[in-house]
């Protein structure tokens, strides 16, 4: 399970990449007479096209960081397990030959 | 983890990553900009599925409490807990998400609305239970005390849900699930672009549910080695 998680890490990091990326190239002013010309008003309708930008890194930016804090927690609590049970075979059970 | 466990994993990930680029290919390339809003407008489609998370983690949380107060079983427990938890993170985001689409809607990020206070009084119920978890240590103790903050929290989501139509705010009243019926207040392309975006967002959390529930059942294992080993 906790070697899982690592896999869903390195597969989710590219898409927050180009997630961030993409969202960086759209969210570029366009030009007079591009896409945002077909709606009505003088207002370009790509204005305001940073918070787009803004609300989808937040978006990613905290699933990527809640999915390392798991996988964090996962590495710590995996090394805490394996400490405890070298620690519990070190121990002499009192059973042995003298 | 078995091989069925393992499989199912794997074919979840595939599932939330296909999810994922198909959202962000039917919000940014098919489906067309609203007129009133423009582009700002894309940020309906990843704001409405975080806010869906947060009611249903908040649901989810709230039954699992219930059963847990009634039968003390400690699986309940971890599912109210894991539950709450990957739903802090959704309503964080639509506490992120909401102000950034508010600014060019409304022209300021933040107003005192029904709906938004609502919302902000449900993220700090979710902190309260968190702090709750990390500073009782008892852990029966920490479960009750957690399963009445959770159960706290349910009932601010009808008040939330029903906070536009009960106090007329600023925010806009529900598209989806409305009284005209399921999607009416929707052209049907922005209501597919939602859909699929829902149905990821829905599977996301179930994943991190799942992720968050089995990393409380290993700490749970690591108190029990800490204690053997006290004990020795």
Redesign the interface.
């Known amino acids: 399970?906790?070697d899982?998680?690592s896999?869903?890490l390195a597969?989710?990091s590219p898409?927050v990449a180009v997630?961030c990326a993409?969202g960086t190239a759209?969210?570029q002013p366009a030009a007079p007479g591009d896409?945002?010309a077909?709606?009505?008003g003088a207002?370009?309708?790509?204005?305001?096209?940073h918070?787009?930008l803004?609300?989808?890194g937040?978006?990613w930016v905290?699933?990527a960081l809640?999915l390392w804090r798991?996988a964090s927690?996962?590495r710590r609590?995996?090394r805490?397990?394996d400490r405890?049970?070298t620690?519990?075979e070190a121990?002499p059970t009192g059973c042995e030959e003298p | 983890m078995n091989g069925r466990t393992s499989r199912l994993w794997i074919a979840g990930t595939m599932l939330v990553i296909g999810g994922l680029v198909s959202s962000l290919y039917l919000i940014f390339i098919r489906t067309g900009l609203e007129e009133t809003l423009g582009f700002s407008q894309k940020i309906f489609y990843f704001h409405v599925p975080c806010a869906w998370v947060t009611y249903l983690a908040f649901a989810v949380s709230g039954i699992a409490s219930v059963a847990y107060l009634v039968r003390s079983s400690p699986r309940w427990d971890r599912i109210a807990h894991a539950s709450l938890e990957v739903g802090t993170v959704f309503t964080t985001l639509v506490l992120v998400t909401g102000p950034l689409w508010a600014k060019p809607a409304w022209g300021v990020y933040w107003v005192w609305d029904a709906r938004l206070t609502t919302t902000l009084i449900l993220w700090l119920i979710e902190i309260a239970y968190l702090l709750l978890r990390v500073f009782v240590e008892e852990p029966g103790k920490a479960a009750k005390y957690c399963a009445v903050m959770g159960l706290l929290g349910v009932i601010d989501l009808p008040i939330i849900h029903y906070s536009v139509v009960l106090w007329r705010g600023i925010h806009p009243d529900p598209v989806v699930i409305s009284r005209k019926g399921f999607g009416a207040g929707l052209p049907s392309e922005f209501l597919l672009t939602l859909m699929v975006s829902l149905a990821t967002f829905t599977l996301l959390y179930v994943m991190l549910v799942g992720v968050r529930y089995r990393l409380e059942v290993v700490r749970e294992r690591v108190n029990l080695l800490r204690q053997r080993a006290l004990e020795r």
């Open positions: 399970m906790l899982m998680l896999p869903l597969y989710l898409l997630g993409v759209i969210a896409t945002g077909i709606l009505a207002a370009s309708p790509w204005r305001n096209a918070f787009v803004y609300a989808y937040a978006v905290g699933l809640y798991l927690l996962a609590l995996s805490e397990i405890l049970e620690s519990a121990v």
